[in-house]
């Protein structure tokens, strides 16, 4: 007993160093082994025999993958958002589009506005002012070098020309570097454009404004008599608007609610006796003062 008892503790003990025995040569094995480097990694080989660089880039690897995983399971909801998003842009391309096509609308009625504008009032106000400042001009100089406004033919076309006047400044000679225009009344200087569009004298001017002011007057009647003909339908309609109230009043309650035709058929009735009887009783009343003036001249002496 007492043998098989020291046999016994003596093969426990001798299990419990031996599993302490393999538990340290397996350290001190791992810890012999030398760390596998990326050139003599195999399919077998552990993540604990890698070394510190390769474990820590494949945990980024790792997490990279993770995160990516991540990503892709919040794709789906972020795909529901746009697709919600995007389901306000048509509208809003319609209403840019809209208001695209307004402001081309207006900014062309507004290049035409202003190309009217430029080739109408301000190219006649142009022509305008260029008459008054020749006028001006020419009436700074003396009276003998100013410009008549009607020459004869032998001088017709002469800038500074006169009735009676010779001289250099009338030389056609002196005047060669110059052009004329095609009227006689203007001077250009050479390379100068021609405008003959504006008036070459203030009669004209005046002309011009006088013909302006007769269409003005003339196009102000026409319009007034366009308000006169609608004011005057109007005031039709409001005396047809104001007889219908007035016979609806008349036939109707006093409050002017509807009623029936038989109703309305009786208050016409009622209407035109009524009517009969003031017209009998107006008769009656010239008949007694026709009578009282046949009795009057009855009676007056003879």
């Known amino acids: 007993m007492g043998a098989s008892r020291r046999d016994d503790g003596g093969s426990i003990l001798a299990g419990s160093t031996f599993n302490a025995g ?79 096509d307004e402001v081309e609308a207006g900014l062309e009625n507004d290049a035409a506005a202003i190309v009217s504008l430029r080739d109408g009032d301000v190219k006649k106000g142009e022509g305008e002012a260029k008459c008054v400042f020749r006028a ?56 100068e454009e021609v405008d003959d569009s504006g008036p070459k004298s203030l009669v004209e001017l005046f002309n011009g404004r006088c013909a302006d002011i007769a269409d003005a007057m003339k196009s102000n009647k026409a319009l007034l008599s366009e308000i006169e003909g609608f004011v005057a339908g109007l005031e039709e309609k409001v005396r047809g608007k104001e007889r219908q ?24 009735l009622r209407y035109v006796f009524g009517q009969v009887e003031r017209g009998i009783f107006q008769t009656a009343g010239k008949v007694a003062g026709l009578r009282d003036d046949v009795l009057e001249l009855t009676r007056a002496p003879r």
């Open 245 to 268: 109230l007035a016979e609806r009043l008349n036939y109707g309650g006093q409050n002017g609610d509807t009623m029936s035709e038989k109703e309305q058929q009786e208050q016409l």
């Open 136 to 191: 001006v001009d020419r009436l700074k100089v003396p009276r003998q070098y100013q410009v008549a406004h009607k020459q004869n033919d032998s001088i017709i076309g002469g800038v500074y020309g006169g009735s009676g006047l010779s001289g250099w400044w009338n030389n056609p000679q002196t005047l060669g570097g110059s052009s004329r225009g095609a009227g006689g009344q203007t001077m250009q200087l050479p390379g």
């Open 22 to 100: 393999q538990t340290q040569l397996a350290a001190s094995t791992a810890q012999s082994h030398p760390a596998i480097d990326l050139n003599h990694i195999r399919p077998t080989t552990k993540f604990d025999q890698l070394t510190k660089e390769l474990q820590t880039e494949i945990e980024r690897l790792d997490d990279a993958i993770l995160n990516q995983i991540k990503t892709a399971n919040e794709v789906p909801e972020a795909l529901l958002k746009v697709d919600e998003i995007g389901q306000t842009i048509p509208a809003a391309i319609d209403l840019v589009s809209g208001k695209l």
